[in-house]
């Protein structure tokens, strides 16, 4: 195609509990006393009788280094935030499958033929492939990073095309190589979805020229594991300078998939 191609901390009591309380008791208990006994350093019971020498002043409240309130228990600590578990490494790209396009036609040379559903075990919505020299000075020729054919998607309009792989089976992607076949900035959105078609995961990018060859698009860091389909969409840009079409058409070559059920 040329032109339509807190931990809320608990009020605790404080750090420094008394050791013990006054050596000579009021000759009746403080009112505001706690209800449970403070830690082991406090006596195990309050006095019955008074002391053979009454103090000078009989303290009406409990001693200033108490605490200030009068709890029935200590209060349990608020749970706390789960820590951020560290991010596993990147699956190595030589473990995973390569999907190259070259097999979708058994003929030496052709130059445009639809992708078959359960090629490689997926249903392609939208996709075909192209030769490499069908469309000479355009993404598609300097798109192909392994053998002559690369693939692309047509469903949409002159502004927006997009392009899904589709699996009965959940199933992992970690990337493929991307070319802009005809717009400078390119703007690539890949999103990823359940098996109930709610969205998982997405992918935001901006192609440069179409001569610059391919971008590989890493999504190993995203939630593109165990999904069930594959959405890729593109817009925007402008014309490249001598190129011969137009449009938000994406060459792909080397889809890597794994995690294959």
Not at 92 to 121: E, H, M
Not at 154 to 165: H, L, P, Q, V
Request: aromatic share 10%; hydrophobic share 25%; net charge positive.
């Amino acid at each position: 195609p040329t032109n339509t191609p807190t931990t809320a901390s608990p009020t605790q009591l404080p750090t420094s509990t008394p050791s013990k309380f006054p050596t000579a008791a009021p000759s009746q208990s403080p009112t505001n006393s706690p209800t449970e006994p403070f830690p082991t350093a406090a006596p195990s019971t309050t006095p019955t009788s008074a002391p053979s020498k009454s103090p000078s002043t009989s303290p009406t409240n409990t001693p200033t280094t108490g605490p200030s309130f009068s709890p029935s228990k200590v209060p349990s600590p608020s749970p706390t935030i789960s820590p951020v578990q560290a991010q596993a490494s990147p699956v190595p790209l030589d473990s995973t499958t390569r999907i190259g396009f070259d097999d979708v036609t058994s003929s030496a040379k052709v130059a445009y033929s639809s992708i078959s559903n359960r090629y490689n075990g997926f249903n392609w919505s939208g996709f075909h492939v192209l030769h490499r020299d069908q469309y000479s000075n355009s993404g598609y020729q300097y798109g192909a990073v392994s053998g002559n054919y690369v693939a692309f998607y047509t469903t949409g309009s002159n502004s927006i095309r997009s392009g899904s792989i589709l699996s009965m089976a959940p199933f992992s992607v970690a990337g493929f190589q991307a070319t802009a076949a005809w717009n400078t900035g390119l703007n690539v959105l890949v999103e990823s979805f359940d098996a109930s078609g709610n969205r998982i995961g997405s992918h935001k990018t901006t192609l440069g020229n179409p001569r610059n060859g391919p971008t590989f698009i890493d999504l190993r860091g995203g939630d593109f594991q165990g999904l069930y389909q594959l959405k890729i969409t593109t817009s925007g840009g402008t014309r490249a300078e001598k190129m011969r079409g137009r449009g938000p058409f994406l060459a792909i070559d080397d889809l890597r998939v794994y995690d294959v059920n």
